[in-house]
């Protein structure tokens, strides 16, 4: 079953093709529906969504049916702590991050004046509530902007939505190198949660501690889970439906 393609930036003013992200709905997962014992980073379940660990705890992703009611969502992707760290060292984590080339993003005009916003919304539930950190991280130029949501109400679908101003400075690559990631973080040691949450594109060398200030631990207790879906990047400073996509 092939995933859509991202078109060309032509396109990307139109009705359709706004979604940056590929599989925002988790419906495909080729790699198999659900992966045990997950330690390191790996790609495991959901297609295109990358499990980055170091460190901390054991975890069981899966394609699950949960999902919000009513929204047209038939999955979700769920993160499933079966081994507990709830005391990380500093340089530990838990993220879940999809990559985008750079030749799919020079719409954006990213490094000029006339850089465009994105907008991030998303799905998300979990039974621990808090703050939770999600990143854009620019890996050409090694800058990141993050943002905190919180979940609310335990066991209970919350969309949330972040919006990210255009980065006049810095340039993504025009080529199919990896140049954007998306980033939802589950757990960070201090060397990513020690800073304060900042309102910018900022090198991350030297300020790291700002990239999942705030961040809860998921990883706390084998009793965590976190689902989500519905994840949608596109430009502008509004979130817009869902858009759904034909996989064939």
């Known amino acids: ?27 495909i997962a080729q790699r198999g529906t659900s992966a045990t014992g997950i330690t390191s980073t790996s790609y495991n379940t959901i297609d295109r969504f990358q499990t980055n660990i170091s460190s901390m705890g054991t975890w069981t992703q899966s394609q699950s049916t949960t999902v919000p009611s009513g929204q047209g969502f038939a999955y979700s992707l769920k993160m499933d702590c079966t081994t507990a760290d709830a005391s990380p060292s500093a340089s530990d984590q838990v ?3 999809q990559r985008v080339e750079g030749q799919n ?9 006339s850089a465009k916003s994105l907008t991030l919304s998303f799905w998300v ?8 950190c999600a990143s854009l ?10 943002k905190q949501y919180t979940i609310s ?11 990210y101003a255009g980065d006049t400075s810095n340039a993504f690559n025009n080529d199919n190198g990896t140049s954007l990631r998306c980033r939802f973080w589950l757990g960070a040691g201090s060397t990513y949660t020690s800073g304060t949450i900042t309102s910018t594109w900022t090198t991350e060398s030297g300020n790291e501690g700002s990239l999942a200030s705030g961040q809860v631990n998921l990883a706390d207790s084998t009793s965590n889970e976190w689902y989500i879906t519905g994840v949608q990047l596109e430009a502008g400073t509004t979130a817009s439906d869902f858009e759904f996509l034909p996989t064939d």
């Open 125 to 132: 539930r979990s039974n621990k509530t808090g703050t939770y």
């Open 153 to 163: 109400s335990a066991d209970t679908w919350e969309k949330k939505t972040l919006t």
């Open 95 to 97: 993220v879940i991050d």
């Open 137 to 146: 991280f620019n890996n050409d130029q090694s800058k990141w902007f993050s």
């Open 105 to 113: 993003l020079q719409y954006l005009n990213f490094g000029n004046s």
């Open 1 to 27: 079953m092939a995933l859509s393609k991202i078109p060309s930036a032509g396109f990307q003013d139109n009705v359709k093709f706004r979604n940056i992200i590929i599989n925002g709905d988790m419906s």
